[in-house]
């Protein structure tokens, strides 16, 4: 883990399953992205996944990938997302999250992402946290990460 970690791109997407856009910033409340089809009251508000995940997928795809195109609504640099643990809480400016979910099960030809990619790197690297505390997150916000205590 980095001593500087960031937000690097902040991206939305109204339709589960789809390819995310970047857009200036994001609002977080307590359903989870304002504007975003994953808001709701369930465990999976908020998706992250690492610039670090998404450049060594590169090589597999064999072209770059833009932010968002994996479908995470924030894309990090400096933190092994994928080495945290649920209960882990990250604060980003005013907001708080906490990680509920390591990965996730692909849905495989039913994804857009899937379909256009032909493969994911959500499922092993992505994670997943619910809002603790609301507000605005952007590019270039520092990511301060914080430990379970156990």
Request: aromatic share 6%; proline share 5%; glycine share 10%.
């Amino acid at each position: 883990m980095s001593d500087h970690i960031e937000v690097v791109s902040v991206n939305i997407s109204e339709k589960k399953g789809t390819i995310k856009t970047p857009c200036p910033s994001i609002d977080l409340n307590e359903k989870g992205v304002a504007h975003d089809a994953h808001a709701g009251d369930w465990h999976r508000q908020v998706s992250l996944l690492a610039e670090e995940s998404i450049r060594s997928f590169e090589p597999k795809l064999g072209r770059p990938i833009e932010f968002g195109e994996f479908a995470e609504n924030i894309t990090t640099r400096g933190i092994v997302l994928y080495k945290t643990t649920p209960g882990d809480k990250f604060i980003i400016g005013e907001t708080e999250l906490e990680v509920t979910q390591i990965g996730k099960i692909c849905h495989g030809d039913n994804c857009q992402i899937f379909q256009a990619v032909g493969k994911c790197v959500m499922p092993k690297e992505g994670i997943f946290c619910k809002v603790i505390k609301g507000g605005s997150i952007k590019p270039g916000d520092r990511i301060q990460y914080i430990k379970r205590s156990k």
